[in-house]
């Protein structure tokens, strides 16, 4: 992973795992959005990316996916490559 | 657990499981604030459940616990008793 910054690396791979279980669920964002309180609009940039949510929007995430939040973080980030 | 404010509840859980780590580590709030960019007292605030933190302060959390940021949600929190 190039020294890039890491917290927008993060915020990708998140988005990434995201899209991922939720099609594993075949939910599209506009049936996923009427289980949670979150926007279709929202969970589009969420998986994209470019949302830096909150912990609440997490709990909302797990809600509309019927999943543990734990889950929403089972993908592998490393930041061992980066110097303290 | 009551229906009470499930979202309050998961910041409360996500807390007190932040301070297990932290105390396993034998990190105090200042020693970890210097791993981290973040400030001691918002460490403090988290740790009680008082702040609704963001992806990017998850990170940040990780790297100065030196962990992956999935351990930051292994406790037990079930949405089931809630109807959808």
Do not use: P, V, W
């Amino acid at each position: 992973m190039q020294n890039k910054n890491y917290k927008e690396d993060f915020l990708l791979k998140f988005g990434e795992n995201f899209g991922k279980i939720r099609r594993s669920k075949s939910l599209s964002f506009r049936s996923l959005s009427q289980k949670c309180d979150i926007d279709y609009a929202d969970l589009n940039k969420i998986e994209r990316g470019k949302r830096n949510i909150t912990l609440t929007t997490i709990i909302e995430l797990a809600r509309g996916l019927d999943i543990h939040a734990r889950e929403l973080f089972d993908f592998s980030f490393t930041l061992k490559d980066l110097e303290k």
